[in-house]
């Protein structure tokens, strides 16, 4: 089962805007990680955002964490069309080996 | 390039075939971990080896479905009797223990897309 929900699922925005997502999870975690994914391809490593952080930051990408609320956010400045992909959060709540657990995604399309 | 491969990137079976899937962590990476991934959703873990132990099987890993790590390198995913019920892709994953190491990223490779006819 997934433990993320991730909204919205899909954001079609012109190229220069700024896209925002975000996720929801049920249990306690150690981190969260954020991934991109392009069509039928491998998921590439964003963004790694422990429990004890509010905020992060790693060029156009902004990550926020609210573990009150069980959530985070990641947003994605000055978009440009090759950041058309689909995003996945992925929680580690340190068991099983660090194991993630996935949301379902947010498809992202960035018109040029 | 030093990033996780799979083989095959694609492999199309008939229903009842047995498939073998290939994965090659990152070569200082003890922990690697098998994945799947059907179309529109995110990826469901399936077991994670550190080094060449298998610590953990997810339920959805039927007993159709086995992984090795022979030698804590890479590691072998092999489906028997396939269902169409198992057409997705595979995805891999490896990390390593850092000095922080309750913190790990996942390195994922391209996976393999498993079609059953």
């Known amino acids: 089962s997934q433990q993320g929900e991730e909204d919205p699922q899909a954001l079609s925005i012109q190229e220069g805007e700024n896209a925002t997502m975000n996720c929801s999870y049920k249990?306690?975690?150690?981190?969260l990680q954020w991934y991109r994914q392009n069509s039928g391809r491998g998921l590439v490593h964003l963004i790694l955002i422990r429990s004890n952080e509010r905020e992060k930051h790693s060029g156009r990408l902004r990550v926020t964490l609210d573990t009150s609320k069980k959530s985070s956010s990641l947003l994605i400045t000055a978009s440009r069309a090759a950041d058309t992909a689909s995003y996945f959060c992925a929680t580690d709540a340190g068991a099983a080996g660090n194991k993630l657990t996935f949301g379902g995604g947010t498809r992202v399309l960035v018109k040029p | 390039d030093t990033g996780v491969s799979q083989d095959p990137r694609h492999k199309i079976t008939k229903r009842g075939q047995n498939v073998t899937f290939r994965c090659d962590p990152i070569?200082?990476?003890?922990?690697l971990y098998w994945y799947r991934q059907t179309l529109g959703q995110g990826p469901e873990f399936l077991t994670y080896?550190?080094?060449?132990?298998?610590?953990?099987k997810s339920r959805l890993l039927s007993d159709r479905f086995s992984a090795e790590r022979p030698k804590g390198s890479f590691s072998t995913l092999e489906i028997q009797r396939t269902e169409q019920g198992d057409s997705a892709m595979y995805l891999c994953?490896?990390?390593?223990?850092?000095?922080?190491?309750?913190?790990?990223?996942?390195?994922f490779g391209p996976g393999t897309r498993l079609t059953v006819l």
């Open positions: 994953a490896s990390s390593g223990l850092s000095g922080r190491a309750l913190y790990n990223e996942q390195f």
């Open positions: 080896f550190q080094n060449e132990a298998q610590l953990e």
């Open positions: 070569s200082e990476h003890n922990r």
């Open positions: 249990t306690s975690i150690n981190n």
